[in-house]
Structure formats: C-alpha cells, structure tokens
C-alpha cells in the first residue's frame, strides 16, 4: 500500500512539466486568477471582457520577461488576495495544505493499528470452557436437526440433554 501511495505521489508531483510555449505559460498563470466579473471561474476559462483582457495583459508580461510568480503578484497587489485562486501557504490558509497530510498520516496509522490487532487475534485458540458451551448448545439440539447432533430428552425441563 505505501508503493502505491508513493507512486502515486511521485506522479502527482512530476506532472507533465512545466509549459513550454507563451501560451501554454499564459494558460497556466491564468488558470491561477480568479475572474472578476464571472462567479467560479478562472481567468483562463471565462469569456468575459475582464477575462480576455487579463489573458492579453498576462500575455503582453510574459513577452516582457516577467515570471509567473511577479505576474501574480501584480494581479494580487492591484485586485487583492482574493484574485488568487492559489491557497496561500502562510497564516491560516496554510490549514488547507496542512490538513489533508495530516489526516492522511493518521489514517495511515489507524489502519496499521487496526491490521496488527487482526495480526494478534487471528492466534486464538478455543478454551475447555468454550468446548463446555458448545457440548452444552449441542446437546440442547432438537433430536431431527440436520447435522447429525445429538437429541434432547422431551421430558428433561432442564436443558440437559439425554445424550449423555
């Protein structure tokens, strides 16, 4: 289980690269920009005026060498954090990376918890007292059962079995 995990990890953080081309670059800082005017959407999905005319600008920046991060910045110093559809990784908004490792370790760890109490129980063996109630349940079986257990005493009120 923790191959796959971490195989699954390792892919989702190679991803396929970062992008190569000004439009693909454009794509992906958009992506990260929340549209002003449309609800839910980002600035690389939305068709509104606002939109196109933030994926021009991103465009237009990059053709003037700015990085990823100095282009949000400058969208996030003109239109507020709110812009950003990147969770920051500082103060309380550091929760909504912090959390999911943290429930995933402990899942993780109830789940060896819970498979080497399975381990441990698995070793039971039965007790002269269970192999007493089971006689006694056997004995108490209707003397026609299908399983070839022994009769009980029709005129024996106690529940001791006359197959004795």
Partial sequence: MAVIVATALA?????????????????AI??????????????????????KQARVDIAKRLD????????RA??????????????ASTGVSSLVWIIP???LVISGAVLIMVFRRWRIRGDVHATEADRRLVAAALDRLP?????????VDDADD???GSGR
Avoid: H
Avoid at 13 to 24: I, M, R
Avoid at 30 to 51: I, P, W
Avoid at 143 to 151: E, I, L, V
């Fill in 11 to 27: 892919i989702g953080v190679s991803g396929t690269g970062a992008p190569q081309t000004n439009q693909e670059r454009m794509l």
């Fill in 30 to 51: 958009a992506s990260t920009l929340k549209c002003e005017v449309c609800e839910g959407e980002s600035v690389a999905q939305s068709d509104s005026d606002f939109a």
């Fill in 64 to 71: 003037q060498g700015q990085s990823a991060d100095q282009i």
């Fill in 74 to 87: 400058a969208y996030i110093a003109n239109n507020g954090a709110n812009v950003s559809l990147i969770p």
């Fill in 101 to 103: 490792v943290v429930a």
């Fill in 143 to 151: 003397a026609g059962s299908p399983d070839g257990a022994r009769g």
């Fill in 158 to 160: 106690t529940g001791e």
